[in-house]
Structures are given as structure tokens and as C-alpha cells.
């Protein structure tokens, strides 16, 4: 479960990104015939956010659709191809996985595993001749988002890291209105994220798999949004660490995390993250009042407040189309992958963040700032 | 300006402690001709605070009265006086505070002074043979909270401080919620509060004066709150200043002090206090929701919302009778004086506050975790 607060699925189904078909048919990496023709995606790992989340939205897509399928249940894969129009020889097993590069219907590979497993797709992804997708956390160390971006650019293909919060209306809306200083000089920015999480015995509560706990997992809402709500990079975190070891659940991984930015402009940033309790809250205060989201990131059902000196306004829905951000996402890899441009959340992004994940780990474990 | 979020006097004025006549008349502590004579009270210091909030609430108090004033403007404190039926002979200076010793309608010495003040007034009261309540922060230092309450003890007289929350329905009904576990186990407090201070020139952004900056002034609210909402007191602080000392109002004090606090069960708390910015919120999330005040600490309007699983719910007004916070302080005080127990908000209460907020400054100042 990477939402919980909202599961509903109220779809809106825009393109974020308008492209005309001719661009699309000149800027397209593999030859074909016609120029109408959609970025086709191949879906790796049929958990329940691909099914649920990412194979129905592709349908609503206005550049991409779902060609290719990659799973380790047969049964499973058979069936949604089935459902979805996709072809029997387009059904891929991990074993068979790098046979994509002989199909021509992918361009983009989108990567829904456990995190352990990001980087080693990737790669092989790229070596395939594929574009790139992946889910946050990009992978699971520093050191495997930089093989993923060698490997990308090695093989000059785009790296894009699913960040879907960049393609969701209220959250564009936030980071538009701290551009334009709509509240003032950023002063503070919060963000809270977290769920109570149940079976002990699934992948998320597995080092090997997880690379982590709360953090890895739903944490890096929090870690993203201090970032792209302030638009500042951090110089230094400190951080503390609450993991309860006796619970069955946290044998492996922590709990909650809580940790502190320094931002070069001297506003602060908290952010939380927990496995215990549900958050999902992101609010910028300026010296002229706030903007807050709550929910800020679930998967639809976004709620925006904006302050300014005694007045509080509720911004639902924000100015703007209503995208979709699913829908948004997809298109804007499409788009990328279609005339060349790179991802406004690329590998490079997803490096960011994983280098701040490190660091809040180093300075909860070690009790000391860490600078970045 | 201690709260500028809401600065209406949207008063209710209902006694907090009803207190039945003959216990008052028993219990009082100086002899009087009348069983229905009211607890009087001395009121250091004119500023705003004073004459908006405290004078004309103590007219609507069941067992608190207005008796004597103390002030360094004769005009002022005339004036006053005749609005409020204070005799002149009730009047007195700072320099001639100490003759109030001889004034039998005044039970209770009320400091409503600059921060560096509050530790002369409140012993020069004791020895006077008063009973004191003194506006938080109790004092500046540790050592002069120990030497205000060794005052008061040896002069065998009550001390409160003002923190008028512990009388606010709202906050009251969070406390009750969280002993009830209405929203689980405890995992994450926050609470932030501040406003953006305007002249430089003012007595709280004076060290000498003030004793700090925003978070003696208004992140005590946040200090306070991490406390009474969770029912628990912090192990350790670790905590991080940003001021800029190039800014005119921040010369001598901090503008914003972050801190996260540890608790014995595991819960994390975290505090924000901002010179710069306003902030008036406090919520608790347990394992099974929250509870959210904002404002949760101004001079009326406060907003309760809770959630609980997937509902969420407005609780304002809270169930109970309907508290106005200055007059349940008052009465409160009143009815310590009268019956001889001991102030839920005392002295020592005060004093781990400001051994709290030494830990902040000393962790902030150090950039370490600071064991308490």
C-alpha cells in the first residue's frame, strides 16, 4: 500500500502533455509505420499499483499504451494481457526478460518491483535498448542510481523516476505559488508521510527487498516534497530514528523517522515518515502565510488550503486542466521518449534523493548533522 | 502580541471550578467580614495582554476580582483603575510595589511583565505575603525558576504560571482524548507556533529583556503542547536554530528553532517556533489517528478536528461546559488560594518548561542531541 488515505479512484484522464502528431511521428526512436502510433509501455511486476493504478490509466493515455507485460506468475500475466490486448508473444517471465529488445512495440520499460530489484532491471532494461520508467525509491543505495544513469546514458535512452506527485495538479499548483512568493518568503516547509503497515511477512519489511523501511518506502513523499515545495536543495539534515525491535514488524526495517533540513535561503524543512501511523501532509509557511495539501499525495482526492494573513481559502480543484497525474506521468515519458527531451524527474532526481536518504540514515544512526 | 492568529474576545465566561461559599470563606487565607469576598488581585504590568485579555475577564470570574494595579504609568494605572472601581490608595509603582504587603484586599500578585522581570516581582510578592501567578515563560533561567519557587515555599504561598491552555476546552478535550487513546497509541506530536514579530525596537527582541526569542516568547506553546497532549516528558532534545542576524529584529534573538523530542514510549515530538512566519497548530497521530487543533492556542476561535480510521470529524465546540480560558486560569488560582491545593500549572511545571528550553538552545548551539 504506498497511499493509504485516499484509494479511490477518481480519474480525470488528461494528457498533462499536448504534442502534435507530427512531432510525435519525426521524433519517434524507432521506425514505424504509422504516425499516429502510441509509445508502447511494457509493465514489469504486476502488483497491485500496476494493476490497479498504472495498466488502467495507460488506457486513458493520449501518447502511450501497454504492449508488453513482464511477470513471475504466468496465471496472473496471461489474464491481464488478456484483458488489456496484449498480445501472447508480449508476455515476458524475469528469465525471458531481455528477449524485450527484439520487440519493437516497447520503447519504455516500467518498473514496479521491490526496490532491491530496480537497479538490476534498469540495466538490463537499457542494455535492451529501452527506456526507462522506475518507481521511487530508484534503488536501494547511492551507488546503484549511479550504474542506472551510466547505464541509461550508455545506451542513450531516457531514465525517468516515477514521481507522480510532479504530474498532480495541487502539487504543481503549491510549487507555482511558491514561485511566485504567494505567501511570502518561505519561511518553513512540513511534510508528514506514513501508514500503519500490517503483514509482517511482506516485501516491504524485508531489508533485502526494501533497502529500508518507512523512509525508503513513503518517507520519500516527504523528502521529495520539502524539495520541490521549496524549490531549495538542502545543505544538511540532522535526524533521529524511533523503531520499536520487539515489534514483529520491524525486525528488519524502521519505523518512524523524523529529520531536519537546512536550506540555503535559511528556511527549515521537516519531514516524517512512519510504518506506525497514517500522514500525508505537506505544508509551505512563508512570512505571509501558507499553502497546505492534506491529502497531499495519495492517489486522488488532493485537498489544498491557502492562507494569507487572516484568510483561508480552500483550492479544490487548483486553476489549471484537470490532469490526471498517473495519466500525466505516463504521457510526459511518452513525450520525452517521442521528441527527446529529458524527464523533468530523471535519474538524476531520483540520485538526489537517495543521496539525502543516506544521509538521514548516517546522521539517525550516528546522533550528528550530516552536511550534503 | 502573544497569538495573532485570532485576536477576537469571543467570550463565554463561565467559572471553571465551581466552589461552594462556605469552603471559599473557610479556606481563606486572610480574615475577612464577608463569606462571599472574592480572591483580589494585584496586576503588574499594563501592556496589552494585561488590559485585553486579564482585567476584563476578571469580571466575569465566579471567585477572582480585580483589587490593585501596579504600573510604571501613574496616568495609565489611574485610568484604568476608575474603569475597574480600583481605589487610587490600590495603585502602586514599581518602586513602591513592595507596600503592597499591607493590603489585605490583595490575595494574588499577577506579573504580566517583560520575561526578566518575572523572577524579581514574583519574589519581592512572595515576601510580601502574596500568592503569585506569573505569565509564562516563568522566568529566564533555570536558576531563577528554583529561586521563585523556594520564594514562594518559604513564604508558605501558592505560584502558578499562566499557561492558560490547561483551561481551554479544546486543548482539555485533546488531553482527555489522548488519555482515552481515542486515537490509539501515541506515535507523533507536533506543534508549531509563531508569528511574524514586526518593530524591531519592541522589549521582546531584547535579550535583556526577553531572555530569548521566539521560542521563549511563543514556542513555549509548542514546548508545552508536546507535553500535555502526549502526557509524557522528553528524554533527550535535538534541535536547530536559523536566524538571520542581519535582519534588524533579530540582532539579539533567535527567529526560528526547530526541535524533535524523544518520549519513554517511543512516540516522537517535534516543535517549531518561528519570529518570521505564523504557525498556531498542534496535532497528536496515534496508531489510529489524530487529533488536530489549529489555532489551538489563541485567545479564542480554536478549531478541533479528529480523525479516526478513514472519518474524520470537527469537534468544535468540545463536549463539556463551555470554559472561557481566562477566567478558568483565574478561578483556578482563585480556588488554590482558597482551599490550599496546588495549581495543576505551578511552579515546577514552569521549571521543567524552561529546563527544556535550555536543552533546545544548548542543542541548537552545539548541533547535539542533549540528554534531559
Known amino acids: ?21 507530427a512531432a510525435i511521428a519525426a521524433a519517434l526512436n524507432q521506425p514505424t509505420s504509422r504516425a499516429d502510433r502510441k509509445v508502447g509501455y511494457a509493465i514489469v511486476g504486476l502488483g497491485s499499483y500496476a494493476l490497479n493504478n498504472i495498466i488502467p490509466q495507460l ?28 498480445p501472447e508473444r508480449s508476455i515476458y517471465s524475469y528469465g525471458s526478460f531481455d528477449r524485450i529488445r527484439e520487440n519493437p512495440d516497447v520503447d519504455v520499460v516500467y518498473i514496479i518491483l521491490p526496490n532491491s530489484m530496480h537497479a538490476e532491471y534498469t540495466i538490463r532494461a537499457a542494455k535492451a535498448g529501452k527506456h526507462v520508467l522506475c518507481e521511487k ?16 546514458r550508455q545506451a542513450g535512452r531516457k531514465l525517468m523516476i516515477g514521481y507522480r506527485s510532479h504530474f498532480e495538479p495541487h502539487n504543481l499548483h503549491a510549487m507555482r505559488l511558491q514561485r511566485e512568493k504567494a505567501v511570502g518568503r518561505t519561511r518553513f516547509v512540513q511534510s508528514e508521510h ?10 516491504r519489511l524485508k531489508r533485502k527487498l526494501a533497502g529500508g523501511g518507512s523512509l525508503m518506502d513513503i518517507g520519500i513523499y ?40 537546512a536550506f540555503p535561503s535559511g528556511a527549515i524543512g521537516h519531514g516524517f515518515s512512519s510504518y506506525s501511523s497514517g500522514h500525508n501532509h505537506i505544508r509551505l509557511t512563508g512570512d505571509g ?30 486553476p489549471g486542466p484537470a490532469i490526471n497525474q498517473f495519466v500525466g506521468q505516463l504521457d510526459h515519458m511518452a513525450e520525452c ?36
Chains 1, 2 share one sequence.
Not at 502511450?64 to 513482464?70: K, N, P
Not at 525509491?137 to 541509461?152: G, K, R
Open 137 to 152: 525509491p530508484m534503488a536501494v543505495s547511492v551507488a546503484e542510481c549511479e550504474a542506472m544513469i551510466a547505464a541509461c
Open 289 to 318: 502565510g501558507w499553502i497546505d495539501l492534506e491529502p497531499a499525495t495519495s492517489y486522488s482526492g488532493q485537498r489544498m488550503r491557502v492562507r494569507r494573513g487572516a484568510g483561508e481559502e480552500q483550492v479544490t480543484p487548483p
Open 59 to 86: 488506457q486513458r493515455c493520449r501518447l502511450s499504451r501497454l504492449t508488453a507485460l513482464v511477470s513471475g506468475d504466468p496465471v496472473k500475466a496471461k489474464r491481464v494481457a488478456a484483458e488489456h490486448g496484449v
Open 194 to 203: 506514513g501508514f500503519p503497515i500490517g503483514d509482517p511477512a511482506q516485501w
Open 337 to 372: 521518449v517521442l521528441t527527446g527531451r529529458d524527464p523533468v524527474v530523471s535519474g538524476e532526481e531520483g540520485l538526489r534523493d537517495m543521496r539525502i536518504i543516506e544521509a538521514i540514515y548516517r546522521s539517525a544512526r550516528d546522533g550528528q548533522t550530516v552536511r550534503l
Open 222 to 261: 516527504s523528502v521529495q516534497a520539502l524539495r520541490y515545495t521549496s524549490g531549495e536543495e538542502p545543505l544538511s539534515v540532522t535526524a533521529r530514528e524511533s523503531t520499536n525491535r520487539s515489534d514483529p514488524r520491524f525486525r528488519e526495517v524502521e519505523d518512524m523517522i523524523d529529520w531536519t533540513f
Open 1 to 21: 500500500m504506498k497511499n493509504p488515505l485516499n484509494r479511490r479512484d477518481v480519474l480525470i484522464g488528461m494528457a498533462a502533455v499536448p504534442a502534435g502528431a
